[in-house]
């Protein structure tokens, strides 16, 4: 069976743009769901819904491909699958390991979603020497010490790093030393890698942040639809005041009602 280091998929040489890239896995999850109900065929306006994007976005990703469905049928659901998961590299072994078996990083070696996507957990790698062997999903882990021989002996190119902030630089530094080209980061912290290695980030603190940012956009426009909805006034335009030294300037400081800027200049 192929493994990670002897083949690259072919998304960049026949030009597919990145965006395109990172929807794809979409498609495929959407397309999966319908081929294990036996659907056999689906049409562009249902596969986008069910991807989340929009109809013609799909069509054009899908040119990328040399797919372009059948007027009044649609696209054939199980070459679609076959299609991406060939422009993905998933119709062959992609071994990994995990460094890092804290909570995330066991969590993450529990995940069966691997196999069935074309990934194999390879090994997995901490530096507490107590873990040394202790079975974590049915593999034993293996200490640090061992991260370049097990990388060598499994020719593993994809590397998921769940350590602390403070010790992935350090990891990524060896992963990639090791060969390894592509690598996973849910490590909170930006990786420095050299050119020709891919690092995908997942920072999950960071995406709660952006929720909880349009909570409270949208908690204030709930707020203020009562208001514009009984066409309150909009507050007076502040007065233009002449420069120091003009004729009309005011001189001096203002009261606490006079007209001193809201906040001063440093």
């Known amino acids: 069976m192929a493994t990670g280091r002897t083949h690259r998929p072919a998304t960049r040489s026949r030009g597919i743009p990145e965006a395109t890239v990172a929807r794809l896995p979409l498609y495929l999850r959407a397309l999966t769901a319908l081929s294990e109900r036996s659907v056999p065929t689906v049409s562009s306006e249902e596969l986008a819904t069910a991807a989340g994007v929009n109809s013609a976005k799909l069509r054009k990703d899908f040119s990328y491909l040399g797919s372009y469905g059948t007027r009044g049928v649609g696209y054939d659901v199980e070459y679609l699958v076959y299609q991406i998961s060939r422009e993905l590299g998933l119709t062959q072994d992609w071994p990994v390991v995990i ?119 949208k908690a204030g426009e709930e707020v203020g639809a009562p208001e514009e909805a009984a066409g309150a006034v909009p507050p007076p335009p502040v007065p233009h005041r002449a420069p120091p030294g003009a004729p009309g300037a005011d001189s001096g400081r203002q009261g606490p009602d006079g007209d001193v800027p809201a906040v001063m200049p440093a």
Do not use: W
């Not at 293996?142 to 370049?148: A, S």
């Not at 909170?188 to 890698?193: A, E, G, H, Q, R």
């Open 99 to 217: 460094v890092g078996i804290g909570n995330l990083g066991a969590a993450l070696a529990n995940y069966g979603g691997f196999a069935s996507r074309g990934f194999r957990v390879a090994a997995l790698i901490d530096a507490d020497p107590a873990m040394a062997g202790k079975p974590v999903a049915g593999i034993p882990v293996q200490h640090t010490d061992e991260l370049e021989k097990i990388i060598t002996d499994n020719g593993v190119s994809i590397g998921v790093i769940a350590t602390p902030a403070g010790a992935a630089q350090q990891v990524c530094d060896r992963l990639v030393a090791a060969g390894i080209t592509s690598i996973l980061n849910f490590a909170p912290t930006v990786l420095s890698v050299p050119d020709g290695v891919d690092v995908r980030k997942v920072d999950l603190s960071i995406e709660l942040q952006i929720l909880a940012f349009h909570e409270q956009r």
